[in-house]
């Protein structure tokens, strides 16, 4: 069956210190990888997604960037945190048959 | 610019009780809908997905339908218990979103089952 794993769980960073959350699935092969963002008393924000390996897709201007270096493997990062950055993150993938979408466990990030 | 919508944002109701959670999107033309349960600081669980082909889905207490010429979904929940009390999240994942899926929440509805 397939998994989805996301570290860290719980993350607290000064401003302007960098970022990386990771995200590998299991027991799927080539899948559509999403990173949504999720503030306080707000609905899900779509970051980026990718359809393969290298290939990235930004829906939201800002200072994260993510990256696809093997095919069950994505990750968010940033160079320098904002305070705005803070939000809980979920990586989910998307299943080629059914349409349907998986979360991993969420990485909840506070930037001081 | 394709929305969904739920209503209400809230919802308490007493433990047994049924009742009806709504969705609302404003394109018909759509892949499919899908509903989803998020507890407090956890990653969201799939309950049930409908295919554009598909009118309702249903596992356990729970049965999902879809109209999409009026473009609503309706989650239903049997015999309500307090382990029931979450957000709930619809998503609709609508045809004309480009290269890749891309689902389009709405802003859940969080209910609490008061035992």
């Known amino acids: 069956s397939q998994t989805i794993h996301q570290w860290p769980a719980t993350l607290v960073q000064p401003v302007g210190s960098p970022l990386s959350l990771e995200c590998t699935v299991e027991?799927?092969?080539?899948?559509?990888l999403y990173w949504y963002r999720q503030a306080a008393g707000r609905g899900l924000q779509l970051l980026f997604y990718?359809?393969?390996?290298?290939?990235i897709s930004s829906e939201v201007p800002q200072n994260l960037s993510a990256s696809r270096p093997q095919d069950r493997q994505f990750i968010l990062s940033s160079k320098k945190l904002l305070l705005s950055d803070s939000g809980f993150y979920l990586c989910a993938w998307l299943t080629g048959n059914t349409g349907e979408l998986f979360f991993g466990e969420g990485s909840r990030l506070t930037v001081l | 610019k394709q929305e969904v919508t739920q209503i209400p944002a809230a919802l308490s109701v007493p433990e047994g009780e049924n009742l009806v959670l709504n969705c609302s999107f404003t394109d018909s033309a759509i892949y499919n809908l899908q509903w989803f349960r998020q507890d407090p600081g956890k990653g969201l669980t799939s309950l049930l997905l409908i295919q554009s082909s598909q009118r309702e889905q249903t596992s356990g207490r729970l049965n999902a339908s879809l109209d999409k010429s009026s473009g609503r979904s309706t989650l239903y929940i049997a015999a309500s218990q307090p382990g029931d009390s979450a957000t709930y999240l619809c998503?609709?994942?609508?045809?004309?979103?480009?290269?890749?899926?891309?689902?389009?929440f709405g802003s859940g509805t969080q209910l609490t089952v008061l035992p």
């Open positions: 998503a609709a994942d609508f045809l004309s979103s480009g290269s890749a899926r891309q689902l389009t």
């Open positions: 027991g799927t092969s080539n899948p559509n």
């Open positions: 990718s359809v393969g390996i290298g290939q």
